[in-house]
């Protein structure tokens, strides 16, 4: 699995403040509700600074958060003032718990940070001990066919916050023949006109097709659907986001 999340971490809560937490829950919560039920206990593997869990937790939800990335982990830790959910700095290909869940979850392509298949047939193994009887696992992924068909561009990202300004230059490339997109941020943070931080990093997506998806996961778990992300609707060939629900076999 490699490692992401090093300075970028610093500012990863301004540059996705704009992203609707609140709808994604909502989303996931409903999938939860249909699927297993409600007040589950819920494992959620590359929680990042937490978002998602805290608004699980608020809807009755007992979580247990775990994430790579220590910097990531004490963002969370922090924001959670009064102990209400676990955080854990763990590999979440590797973890395996005493306690077992109802639901694990996996947000913001967690999937796609996973740079082998070894690592995602270690990750269906070990959710698949992570779950109770009948327990199902959710996760969303970027989908290998929909990138080929309508490649990614590049992107510059302004967000202001209080005395600081964060430029984020976004360049992807992609490997085709690795399945491999490549995301190449060069950070530019400025107080005022002074430019007070400068660095480089680069996150490597492994892209998935839904055959390997499904090929992997099979031995541990069976299909229960694929949506189009933050839809209900089918899944198809041509989308860039989807979301898997599947039942522990």
């Keep these: 699995m490699n490692v992401i999340f090093s300075k970028y971490a610093d500012y990863y809560d301004a540059l996705y403040k704009d992203k609707n937490y609140n709808k994604e829950t909502q989303y996931i919560e409903k999938l939860i509700n249909k699927f ?7 494992l959620e593997l590359g ?3 937490g978002s998602h ?3 699980l937790q608020k809807k009755g939800h007992k979580i247990v958060a775990i994430d790579r990335s220590k910097k990531m982990i004490n963002l969370a830790k922090k924001k959670d003032e009064y102990n209400k959910i676990q955080f854990l700095t763990r590999d979440l290909t590797k973890y395996v718990s005493k306690k077992k869940f109802d639901v694990i979850i996996l947000l913001f392509h967690v999937i796609n940070f996973l740079d082998s298949n070894k690592d995602l047939k270690m990750l269906a193994k070990n959710s698949n001990k992570n779950l109770k009887k009948n ?3 959710i996760f969303d992924f970027i989908n290998f066919d929909g990138v080929i068909l309508d490649k990614p561009k590049k992107k510059i990202k302004i967000v202001n916050q209080k005395k600081i300004k964060i430029i ?3 360049e992807p490339k992609l490997i085709k023949d690795k399945s491999i997109l490549n995301i ?4 530019t943070i400025k107080n005022k006109n002074k430019i007070i931080d400068r660095f480089k990093e680069t996150h490597k997506l492994k892209l998935h097709s839904i055959l390997n998806i499904k090929k992997i996961f099979t031995p541990n778990f069976d299909l229960l659907n694929i949506f189009k992300w933050m839809k209900f609707q089918k899944f198809i060939k041509n989308h860039w986001f989807g979301l898997i629900v ?3 076999n």
Aim: a positive charge; glycine letters at 12%.
């Design 36 to 42: 297993a039920g409600k007040k589950l206990d819920i």
């Design 47 to 49: 929680c990042g600074s």
């Design 135 to 137: 327990g199902i696992i």
């Design 168 to 170: 984020r230059e976004t």
């Design 246 to 248: 599947m039942k522990k």
């Design 53 to 55: 869990a805290f608004k």
């Design 184 to 187: 190449h941020f060069k950070m």
